[in-house]
């Protein structure tokens, strides 16, 4: 009897034993595949995390830049206004001048011959009406001399209503023109 109680504790201690190894396997299986399935949950949360960084991080730059852009046209646009008021003064001055009756007169010869006809009429600043007499002289015929509000700075203005001709030779227009010109060629580009 005690071999077939030796047989019985043999056979229970390798039951136990299978059992247990069967129970060690199943547990590392588990562990593995709760230790897979935690790193991919962790890898995906990293991946999210990371992605929302990089959004964050986008958005911030661009919002730098985007500030960083106004900044520098804000200081661009000061210096083109102050370069155009500086220039505006000095236009001025130089309507002033004694060389301004000259130029006047030298530059209303040069447009006179486009001007055929007796209906014609010169606009220029209410300032220079002082000058009609020269400016009438210069043109070479008679031609009806008038104030313009919008003539501020200088120049002239002829207008023939037979040909519908007209000619824009005040300062106020070459400065506009010059401004224009001056945002294309500057290189004060701002990208």
Do not use: P
Not at 109 to 129: E, H, P, Q, R, W
Not at 146 to 166: P, Q, R, Y
């Amino acid at each position: 009897m005690q071999n077939i109680d030796q047989v019985f504790l043999y056979m229970k201690d390798e039951i136990e034993r299978q059992a247990k190894n069967e129970e060690k396997s199943i547990l590392d299986e588990a562990y593995e595949s709760m230790r897979a399935e935690a790193k991919r949950d962790a890898d995906l949360k990293l991946k999210q995390e990371e992605e929302e960084m990089s959004s964050n991080a986008s958005a911030e730059i661009s919002e730098s830049h985007i500030e960083r852009t106004k900044k520098l046209i804000e200081k661009r646009d000061e210096y083109v206004k102050t370069i155009f008021a500086k220039a505006r003064e000095e236009l001025v001055a130089f309507t002033q001048s004694k060389e301004y009756a000259s130029f006047m007169e030298e530059k209303i010869k040069k447009v006179a011959a486009d001007f055929v006809g007796t209906n014609s009429i010169m606009f220029v600043a209410s300032k220079d009406l002082s000058m009609e007499k020269a400016l009438v002289k210069a043109f070479g015929s008679d031609i009806k001399v008038e104030a313009s509000e919008d003539i501020t700075i200088g120049g002239f203005i002829i207008e023939n209503k037979e040909s519908s001709l007209v000619v824009d030779e005040t300062l106020d227009f070459a400065l506009a023109n010059q401004k224009e010109w001056f945002n294309k060629n500057s290189g004060l580009i701002i990208k």
